[in-house]
């Protein structure tokens, strides 16, 4: 009854505050997002061009900060407040969405065979027969370095684990810089740009993956222990006091030039070419042997649904329709350099450290984050715990053992394979 | 015997009318939202629809290891975090308290707001300036501790299994000094100068003076400032996770139970938030604090003995 009350009051108020909006002869489209930092991108760029083509149609961005956006989104479409396009979160968050009602199924939407499988997966019920987002763009994982600073020390740039190594050495001998910008603070650098970034070469990719998630292979397989035991190394090679270092600090390390390699995810490369005043190169996680086949984590990230409960379902799927099309993917990649295009149809980027990053995806197998098809959906959930236990392996109190054995117990605890 | 018939009192409507306004109000914000915690605790998500698992969920909170292991961490943390509060903050608290109300020091009107201006800082300004004060990278405090030759101390305490929490007790310490200091001090001034003068004649001055006359006289504020202490830190939140991020860390280090909650209730990063369990730990922090204010009030403030001047 209270909630009822409550909703209806919301409702109310969400009406009364559109009524305004709803009287002139425009449709207005709300977006929820949690991409704040793509404010000016979408109101400068993409809403113009798509404005432009579809009058009548007047579209609005309006993004909330991104630890608060799964609650608040939550609440809103709880209240019937939501906007019409929501930004969806790959996987469980937003299979639960479209589970709840709040997310249309979009799998007829014209543009939607624009993608591949693979791309449309974090957005798909487990059977893969409903699609409920449009995929937007994934993030590649991979080294940016600093090419001043390897020119001066004459570095070159490493494909194996062995060279890799060697140049981490040379850097930490000359002194000049730190090796390697990365803290454990906040947790999530370790195990996302380290565990998940070099994983996928020991673990074989989708192979892998998929075999984790059958239930052939577990964490405890040498295969999940060793990229553990590479981190386990890495700590020599980290900046002073990297177990209070916070993300931030490491971007500011790199970019201001004292660090030499940024183990990172595209996504930095917006940021870094604003911020950093010498040349970057990158380069993807080094293989064991020279010409093995490598593999690099291209992770599903944001995709955009449809609200159910949206008063302009038509406006919103043409909206859509656009979002899967080559036009928005080109506008798109290029004004965010580092969120790679998911569109089936080759994008061209202007940036060229964009371009280095999505020019592996044609030498190496492209793969997502090993915990987030199915695996994070229990309590412990292995994402936070893979948080946890990579800075507790980078920061030495944890060995690399312990922890995959940690992992593996807590997945056990609710995980059963279907056989 | 004659009856007295009592004049009849009017009803005295007017005291309802004045109480109504807090009355409704803090039913509608406090009093229904915590029998709804409690009754949210009772359900468990089931197939998309509320099914009651009666007390299923606390079950699963003291039974479950994956859920218990984190309760007892959280518990054990928080209580070292109160144990701080009361050995670092209240001592502390009483000596400024018994300085600023020394006749003889000059600027109490300044150094009373100075210590008292954190308290008001907002939390996520405190958590922000403290990581950035103890940063290795960018700190003022390896600095300063290089400038008196201590550099080797040094130590990033936040990232630190063994020192993070300590140190993020010690940072709310620091915040909240100032609400202990402010209600001795007003205490200390309540105490009338005839006991102070009596006390002189009888030739108890200086220390023992503080000892014998003065805390005696202040020891209710002590208690009210003990219990405010105990359920202020019971219910914190906001520092740990400004500071160290909802996952607490490292390896669940600074996990309070104010955090643990939020994890639960609404969820992080990918873990779907389960508001039953979050409910049902709500209900047992509820409990933790009902019952430790029971045992103050019961068992302390019954005993302590009450000066009228």
């Known amino acids: ?245 916070t993300y931030p600090d490491s971007q500011n390390l790199f970019t201001l030039g004292r660090a030499a390699i940024y183990p990172a995810g595209s996504w930095e490369i917006g940021l870094f070419n604003t911020q950093a005043q010498f040349k970057m190169g990158a380069f993807p996680p080094p293989v064991e042997k020279a010409g093995d086949t490598c593999y690099i984590s291209d992770h599903t990230d944001i995709g955009m649904g449809l609200n159910a409960a949206s008063k302009h379902p038509d406006e919103a799927k043409k909206f859509l329709s656009w979002v899967a099309s080559p036009d928005f993917a080109t506008i798109y990649a290029n004004a965010l350099p580092g969120f790679f295009s998911l569109n089936s149809s080759p994008v061209k980027m202007e940036d060229p450290l964009a371009q280095e990053f999505v020019s592996w995806r044609g030498k190496c197998k492209s793969t997502i984050r090993s915990t987030y098809q199915i695996l994070s959906r229990g309590t412990p959930n292995l994402e936070n715990e893979t948080w946890v236990e990579s800075a507790n392996v980078i920061n030495g109190t944890d060995t690399p053992e312990a922890a995959a054995k940690k992992l593996q117990t807590g997945l056990d605890s609710w995980y059963k394979p279907a056989k | 015997m004659a009856v007295e018939t009592r004049p009849k009192r009017p009803i005295r409507w007017h005291i309802g009318v004045f109480l109504a306004p807090a009355v409704l109000v803090y039913t509608a914000i406090m009093i229904l939202p915590l029998f709804g915690t409690l009754q949210l605790s009772l359900f468990r998500n089931i197939d998309q629809s509320q099914v009651f698992v009666g007390l299923g969920n606390f079950r699963t909170l003291f039974g479950d290891p994956n859920w218990s292991v984190n309760f007892w961490n959280a518990l054990r943390n928080n209580v070292w975090f109160f144990i701080i509060h009361m050995l670092v903050q209240n001592p502390i608290g009483i000596l400024l308290a018994a300085l600023l109300s020394s006749p003889r020091l000059r600027f109490t009107a300044f150094y009373r707001t100075a210590i008292f201006v954190p308290t008001i800082l907002s939390f996520v300004i405190v958590g922000f300036a403290w990581k950035l004060i103890l940063s290795p990278i960018w700190g003022v405090a390896p600095h300063l501790m290089d400038f008196v030759g201590l550099k080797s101390f040094f130590t990033p305490w936040l990232g630190k299994e063994q020192y993070a929490l300590t140190a993020l007790s010690l940072i709310s310490v620091w915040q909240f000094v100032g609400i202990p200091m402010m209600l001795i001090y007003a205490a200390l001034l309540s105490i009338p100068d005839e006991v102070i003068e009596a006390a002189e004649c009888d030739g108890v001055t200086g220390m023992a003076q503080f000892w014998k006359i003065k805390l005696p006289l202040i020891l209710p504020s002590i208690g009210i400032i003990s219990i405010l202490t105990f359920v202020g830190n019971f219910n914190a939140f906001d520092l740990i996770y400004t500071a160290q991020g909802a996952l607490a860390g490292p390896n669940y280090s600074t996990d309070i139970l104010g955090t643990f909650l939020y994890r639960a209730f609404f969820g992080f990063q990918l873990q779907v938030g389960d508001p039953n369990m979050g409910a049902a730990i709500a209900t047992i922090m509820f409990l933790i604090i009902l019952a430790g204010v029971c045992v103050y009030l019961f068992l302390v403030q019954t005993r302590l003995r009450r000066y009228q001047f």
């Not at chain 1, 040498?222 to 386990?232: G, I, N, R, S």
């Not at chain 1, 980290?238 to 270092?245: K, R």
């Open chain 1, 1 to 245: 009854m209270k909630t009822k009350l409550l909703t209806a009051l919301l409702l109310g108020t969400s009406i009364l505050g559109t009524t305004g909006i709803a009287l002139a002869e425009d449709v207005t489209l709300n977006i929820e997002s949690w991409r704040g930092d793509d404010l000016t991108i979408w109101k400068d760029k993409l809403i113009p061009a798509f404005e432009a083509k579809n009058p009548g149609i007047k579209v609005v961005f309006a993004p909330s900060a991104p630890t608060e956006y799964d609650a608040a989104l939550g609440a809103k479409l709880t209240a019937g407040s939501a906007g019409d396009l929501i930004t969806c979160r790959p996987f469980d968050k937003s299979l639960e969405l479209f589970k709840k009602g709040n997310l249309t199924d979009l799998s007829a939407l014209p543009g939607m065979d624009n993608f591949s499988p693979v791309a449309k997966s974090a957005w798909q019920t487990d059977d893969g027969k409903a699609s409920f987002c449009v995929p937007m763009a994934s993030v590649i994982h991979g080294f940016i370095y600093n090419k001043d600073a390897f020119d001066k020390l004459g570095l070159k740039v490493p494909t194996t684990r062995d060279e890799f190594f060697a140049v981490l050495d040379k850097i930490k001998a000359d002194g000049t810089y730190i090796p390697m910008a990365m803290g454990t603070k906040d947790l999530w650098e370790a195990a996302t740009m380290g565990y998940q970034n070099i994983g996928p070469n020991y673990w074989k990719g989708e192979d892998g993956r998929a075999a984790l998630i059958k239930g052939d292979q577990k964490l405890t397989d040498k295969d999940w222990v060793a990229p553990y035991e590479e981190l386990a190394k890495w700590k020599p090679y980290l900046g002073d006091g990297f177990e209070a270092q």
